[in-house]
């Protein structure tokens, strides 16, 4: 079993600013891609950012310049440090993991989700 912990959610003026973490833990060989997805009320759920094992990242074109995903491969976990937020950054943000839990078997996990709300 494999359990992801997504903690650092909240409320921030426009132009402020919050970290996210989300720490994998349970039955793990390695890890591949980790990475954020956001879905805001009666819109579909869409990519933020992406990390390689590797440490190379992409970004959808909305954050970037104001996003940065990071890893800490000795911890299991995942990082989204956002800058310069704005209202239309208000979502709930699911993290996920690709994890290889045994030989030949590898598999999609979500985090439970965490509100991110951007307002005045």
């Known amino acids: 079993q494999v359990q992801l912990v997504e903690s650092g959610g909240g409320l921030v003026q426009p132009g402020g600013s919050l970290r996210l973490s989300c720490a994998v833990s349970g039955r793990i060989l390695s890890i591949y891609s980790m990475g954020w997805y956001r879905q805001a009320p009666g819109k579909q759920r869409e990519l933020v950012a992406v990390?390689?094992?590797?440490?190379?990242?992409n970004y959808a074109e909305s954050v970037k310049g104001r996003f940065t995903t990071s890893r800490d491969n000795a911890k299991n976990t995942v990082y989204l440090q956002m800058n310069s937020l704005k209202p239309e950054d208000t979502a709930v943000y699911y993290c996920?993991?690709?994890?290889?839990?045994?030989?030949?078997?590898?598999?999609?996990?979500w985090g439970q989700g965490t509100q991110v709300t951007v307002s005045s």
């Open positions: 996920y993991a690709r994890v290889r839990v045994r030989v030949g078997s590898t598999n999609d996990y």
């Open positions: 990390i390689s094992s590797g440490g190379s990242s």
